[in-house]
């Protein structure tokens, strides 16, 4: 991976959690990023700057590389062999791709859930919110740990459902429950960022929308950035959309970012209101 | 509408429940269940031929005697018991840890071009027979390193038996377990050791217990490579530098003799080491179930 000039502007001296002296506007920088899966390029120079303690929707057609976009937003992409990435993201001032930064450090400031609920089968629920503290190696004790568990699952809305079984298995519980549950998973590490993947895809409508208040009151905590190909939750949920779109080549583009209102109901460009408007995709 | 001119509507034949379908499926049915039932039936067939005929031989002394030479009344057991006892036990210190290692390894740590050549020699190191595995530890360990036939040389012999079996059956429930599992890990900020110790191998348990189980009554029972490395001893020895009894070789030396006596402290010595496995594997699963908690 090959970047030039660019370093220049990265204004940190360490590549360290506590960098964030100088707050910018945008809590979420994309510049020129692509990424690759071995030779096949996904994502191709897409810029976005997600504002801070907002939602931003990624929507698109599949195939359009907005999950990809997403997995690198926390250096997950990378994870894939062959995977590779160019271009620039900053998560306030720190510039993630940076030599010195490491992904596992870079993680650990972003929370994500994915599709599929993927709660630890072994642990209980209890054991899944406490699984990030733990998985880093923090050293806390059982009444800090007891008070960082019940806060984390009243913000994924799920204490009141789980507070009578906390030692169960978190596999036991309901798909809309064990999507809450990683998302209180999440949350335990209090990342500034939190990155969702279709959360609701996989869930019923009653569930979905449970997820989807959830996402709209955490959303005064933490950046939200949300990959959905269901508009009507990108318009729900979202105040800032981004429309990716897949070329002929197969690498997906960036076709329009901004307002959320403005990008359903007076899309610029014609292949966002074609897509919209379900002509396509 | 009256209910009279409600009539059953006909089926068209090609929908129709067919007799020959039936059939078949009935056949293929039958014949599953005699290959399930011949099986167990096998099974039990060989389990109750041992119990029957080593059962006369049992008693305390034959668990605490050591075997006493032919005309002499009693003798038993008692140094192969623990012979086998030490043996797997410290086989399995080597090759568990190994074995694991090795498997995590490969699975998690696959990027590299390592990882396929570990993974080949296993499967090489697993066809190979017991018995070239004994003439080797002989040659290295027995008439080279230690310098005379020893507990010690037995016990590796056995681990080397063991490793691949090991490491191939982990290798196989590591894969199942799910990618989106390791994800979640590494997405909480998760070093990688860590997710593979803490969620990997944890959410694997029970079938690296099985392995783990797989892999000692395999090498509790290994006759051939303990003939060249532990010898045998009719004497109690706990001593790893010095040869030690096993059950395999008390079955085989008992086993072998022209007397009748011994042949029936043979089958109970066979029973004896069908005791001795189950009563490892249970203590293994127990002991794994424990840990994981």
Known sequence: ?281 | MSTAAVAVPRVPARHAVSARRRARERTMQVLLAAAAVGAATLLVIILGYVIVRGAPALNVAFFTERPLPFGVEGGGVGPAVVGTLILSVLAGVIAIPIGIASAIFVTEFRSGRLAPAVRFAAELIAGLPSIVVGVFVWAFLVRGIIGNYAALAGAIALAIIMIPIVARTVEEVLRLVPQSLREAGLALGAPRWRVVLQIVVPTARAGVATAVVLAVARAAGETAPLLLTALGNLFLSTDLLKPISALPIQIYQYAASPYDDWHTKAWGSSLVLVGVIALLSLALRLSIRRGAR
Not at chain 1, 89 to 106: K, N, P, Q, R
Not at chain 1, 236 to 243: E, L, P
Request: hydrophobic share 40%; charged share 25%.
């Open chain 1, 1 to 281: 991976m090959i970047r030039t000039v660019e370093r220049e502007r990265v204004p940190v001296e360490t590549p360290s959690v506590g960098a964030r002296a100088d707050r910018p506007e945008s809590a979420v920088r994309i510049e020129d990023l692509s990424a690759w899966y071995g030779t096949t390029q996904a994502v191709g120079d897409v810029s976005l700057d997600l504002p801070r303690g907002a939602v931003t929707a990624i929507i698109g057609p599949s195939g359009c590389g907005k999950s990809t976009l997403l997995r690198c937003l926390n250096r997950m992409h990378e994870t894939t062999p062959g995977a590779r990435v160019a271009g620039q993201v900053f998560l306030d001032s720190l510039d993630i791709y940076w030599t010195g930064v490491d992904a596992v450090e870079v993680r650990s400031m972003v929370g994500m859930v994915f599709q599929k609920p993927n709660p630890f089968p072994m642990m209980s629920i209890y054991d899944n919110v406490a699984a990030g503290p733990r998985l880093r190696g923090w050293k806390m004790d059982r009444r800090k740990m007891d008070e960082l568990v019940e806060r984390n699952l009243r913000r994924a809305a799920l204490w009141d459902e789980v507070k009578d079984r906390m030692d169960r298995s978190g596999a036991a519980l309901s798909g809309g429950q064990q999507q809450r549950l990683c998302i209180a998973r999440a949350l335990a590490t209090d990342p500034a960022v939190l990155l969702m993947d279709e959360p609701a895809s996989a869930l019923d409508p009653i569930a979905t929308y449970k997820i989807e208040e959830l996402v709209r009151e955490l959303s005064s905590e933490v950046t939200i950035v949300i990959v959905t190909h269901n508009m009507q939750q990108a318009s729900r949920v979202s105040q800032r959309t981004a429309f990716l779109l897949a070329g002929d080549d197969g690498v997906g583009r960036l076709v329009e970012y901004g307002r959320t209102d403005d990008i359903f109901t007076n899309p610029r460009d014609v292949r966002t209101e074609g897509y919209i408007t379900g002509r396509f995709g």
